[in-house]
């Protein structure tokens, strides 16, 4: 099992930033991929950004070129850097684990314009 613990979400204003944290804690294997999702109401969970344990990252169309992912393996730990921020990036956010499909429990985050 993998426990995930998501932090940093919040009201900013359009065009400000936010910086969202995720921990894992339980059965973390070195080789594994933790990413972001997030969920607007009415509307299905997309990905946001991915990061495997090697550094490798993927991003939604969306948000590439104003987030950015990373992670911290020394302490189980993602981040997810949100500039520019939109009205529409407002959503709950998710912190995903992989192997497993483990997932947190989500934080808000509120754009306003």
């Known amino acids: 099992q993998v426990q995930l613990l998501e932090s940093g979400g919040g009201l900013v204003q359009a065009g400000g930033s936010l910086r969202l944290s995720c921990a894992a804690s339980?059965?973390?294997?070195?080789?594994?991929?933790m990413a972001w999702y997030r969920q607007a109401p009415g509307n299905q969970r997309e990905l946001v950004a991915r990061i495997a344990s090697g550094g490798s990252t993927n991003y939604a169309d969306s948000v590439e070129g104003r987030f950015t992912i990373s992670r911290d393996n020394a302490k189980n730990a993602v981040y997810l850097q949100m500039n520019s921020l939109k009205p529409d990036d407002t959503a709950v956010y998710y912190c995903?684990?992989?192997?497993?499909?483990?997932w947190g429990k989500g934080t808000l985050v509120t754009v306003s314009s």
């Open positions: 995903n684990y992989q192997p497993g499909d483990f």
């Open positions: 339980g059965r973390i294997f070195r080789l594994n991929t």
